[in-house]
């Protein structure tokens, strides 16, 4: 390999220039050139952002992934510019265990038919995780961390530039003092002095102009910060879906195990008893009733399945508040509003999971979970 010695040579003595120049600063030896206080403010602005958006990245991958030898791995990886294989998350795999454990203990059993319905919500649970997690990544992980890992890194180079063309202009203003020192003493001829202050002359256009380069690149940590809003919306929105899915399929979940509690719980009919629902189990509010409410108005009317104004005989009327939103699955349902309050009952035979609410001249099903019975 072929060495230049006169340019490694010249480096070195620039290197060496450079260094008892920041030196003799440091111990107040020597003059320095103090940048404009609007760059100035740009730099400690920029600072700023680099070890907050540090931060932010870190304790966002720590939240994201508590693991740390799977960050460990996510960074191997990034780095060798690979795709991360799929990883199963917790949830995912304790759904897994219960569906095996199921198989197991035999899925017609209680224990083993719970088991297979919690199971199948853990692994929607983790379905929805990975979901977060990647969309996560994308929006807002990788923006923060491409700044770090270039923009920044541009203006770190640009500014180091500018310090050593800083330390370059003061050499050369020192020179010129020392020359021109050197002339009244007639020590030197005219031509040094000349040359020192045409010197000086290349250096203050050569600091100028990075200090105009580092200054428009710091100046654009403005238009970062917008960006960077713009995917700190994007998170919390996906923050807000994960939990509103998992909060979803957990009040599902629940109105499956509790559905399962009643049917296991509920006393069998007799085998002579006439097919149709009994209307003294399905009463599921404790507001008041009447006598009335023990005798079905649903003898032989209409078919099982088709309600008339005379089979939605009221058990008793209370006023609810709604807790969440819910959009209505179908016409025989009624969306709500949350905060809102609404009239709710329940007729002879409804699933008591659900009750009829009223809204003005609306009325449809409402599931009992996202209300709370006022009096």
């Known amino acids: 390999m072929d060495f230049n010695v006169k340019k490694l040579a010249s480096d070195a003595g620039v290197f060496f220039t450079r260094a008892m120049q920041f030196t003799e600063e440091k111990l107040g030896q020597a003059e320095k050139t103090e940048l404009d206080q609007h ?50 998350t917790n949830a995912e795999l304790l759904g897994q ?3 095996d454990a199921a198989t197991e203990f035999g899925p017609e059993a209680p224990y083993g038919q719970t088991l297979i319905t919690v199971g199948e919500y853990q692994k929607r649970l983790g379905g929805a995780e990975r979901e977060f997690l990647h969309t996560s990544a994308t929006t807002f992980l990788s923006p923060l961390r491409n700044f770090l890992e270039g923009d920044w890194k541009t203006i770190s180079k640009e500014r180091r530039l500018l310090e050593n063309r800083r330390l370059d202009l003061d050499i050369c203003k020192a020179r010129v003092r020392k020359a021109k020192q050197a002339e009244a003493k007639a020590a030197l001829l005219s031509e040094e002095v000349d040359k020192a202050e045409h010197e000086l002359r290349v250096a203050q256009t050569e600091f100028d102009r990075q200090a105009e380069v580092t200054r428009l690149l710091l100046e654009g940590i403005s238009s970062m910060h917008l960006n960077h809003l713009r995917c700190l919306q994007d998170f919390a929105e996906a923050q807000a879906t994960y939990y509103a899915q998992c909060h979803h399929y957990m009040q599902e979940l629940q109105r499956e195990l509790h559905r399962r509690t009643n049917t296991a719980g509920a006393p069998q009919p007799p085998a002579t008893a006439a097919a149709g629902p009994n209307p003294a189990s399905s009463a599921f509010l404790s507001g008041p009733s009447s006598s009335a409410d023990t005798s079905s108005p649903l003898s032989g009317q209409k078919a099982p399945g088709t309600l008339s104004a005379e089979q939605l005989a009221v058990t008793g009327t209370r006023k609810a508040k709604v807790l969440y939103d819910y959009d209505a699955h179908d016409g025989s349902e009624l969306s709500l ?20 609410g009223e809204r003005g001249n609306e009325k449809g099903k409402v599931p009992v979970t996202y209300l709370e019975l006022l009096s």
Do not use: C, H
């Open 97 to 99: 265990y219960m569906l």
């Open 337 to 356: 509003l949350a905060d809102e309050l609404i009239t709710v009952y329940t007729v002879p035979g409804m699933d008591p999971d659900w009750l009829i």
């Open 39 to 88: 760059l100035e403010n740009l730099i400690i602005r920029g600072d700023s952002t680099k070890n907050w958006t540090e931060k932010i990245l870190r304790q966002t991958e720590v939240l994201l992934q508590p693991n740390p030898s799977a960050r460990i791995e996510e960074f191997i990886y990034d780095k060798l510019d690979k795709k991360i294989p799929s990883r199963t």
